[in-house]
């Protein structure tokens, strides 16, 4: 498998999966420590003219791996990134495009992860993710735990 | 809004979420307690060749919320109904097409539900649900919190 080591090469990795597509996913911003991944409304809308959940729980969750995903490209791993389980809250409807921003739990190291990758080809992740109201405050959040094994 | 008081109508209102039709959407079966949803895996696939987490989490949420939709009809209520959490445990790998199954919590019952809906006009449902593996076992398991309020 490719080696994930630049955002672009996520969002190539991201758009070959048919319903990251149908999402209409696009890279955000990413500064080494937080990745954000956007989608526009229209094609993630609900029966009530707001973000459907499932759109907001997948776009949290690629946002998530994606992190994980470019930690371990970034460092020279090829490694197989897998959720584990995952809690999202929704907290307030959202009527505007989506932008689900991911970071690792601060109880966590980066570096810790990748020594655990380097001396047993296997690492986890506890990831924390929300999505912002345009207006100031959160419409859900997310926490994930993945696993990452040597390819 | 719509009564959903059949599967069909139930399909329908689905399927007028463009990102439940990017799914691939279709009713399984429904016997008055448990309600499946279908959708094909080819829509629905990750990097990895199975399905994807965020379309597992998306076709188990709608799930949860078709039943909880159904039930209401059933009972003549117009309500919007809402996720308010949920927690998917990804168990294993599915390679097939996916079907989700949902259910009351056993600890809780549909006949309180509707007492709630009729005296306060608001209900909160906890709900079970889970992808099974073709060859038996479980690919992945969901609970979720929802409310319904009359509209």
Same mark, same amino acid.
């Given at each position: 498998?490719? &080696?994930i080591? @630049?955002?672009?090469?996520? /969002?190539? @990795?991201?758009?070959a999966m048919p319903p990251a597509?149908?999402?209409g996913l696009a890279l $955000?911003?990413?500064? $080494?420590?937080? &990745? #954000?991944?956007r989608a526009p409304l229209a094609p993630n809308v609900n029966d009530k003219g707001c973000a459907f959940g499932g759109s907001l729980s997948s776009l949290l969750t690629l946002s998530a791996w994606g992190l994980c995903s470019l930690k371990l490209g970034e460092a020279g791993f090829a490694a197989e990134t897998y959720v584990q389980? #995952? @809690?999202v809250r929704y &907290?307030?409807? /959202?009527?505007?495009?989506?932008?689900?921003?991911?970071w690792l739990d601060p109880a966590q190291d980066? $570096?810790?992860? &990748?020594?655990?990758?380097? #001396?047993? $080809?296997?690492?986890?992740?506890h990831v924390l993710a929300e999505v912002a109201l345009p207006g100031g405050g959160v419409a859900c959040s997310f926490e994930g735990r993945f696993v990452a094994k040597a390819a």
């Open positions: 498998m490719p &080696l080591d @630049t955002p672009q090469r996520l /969002l190539d @990795t991201l758009l597509r149908a999402l $955000g911003d990413y500064d $080494g420590q937080r &990745l #954000s991944l389980d #995952s @809690t &907290l307030a409807p /959202l009527y505007a495009d989506l932008e689900a921003r991911a980066w $570096g810790d992860f &990748l020594a655990a990758m380097n #001396s047993r $080809g296997k690492a986890r992740a």
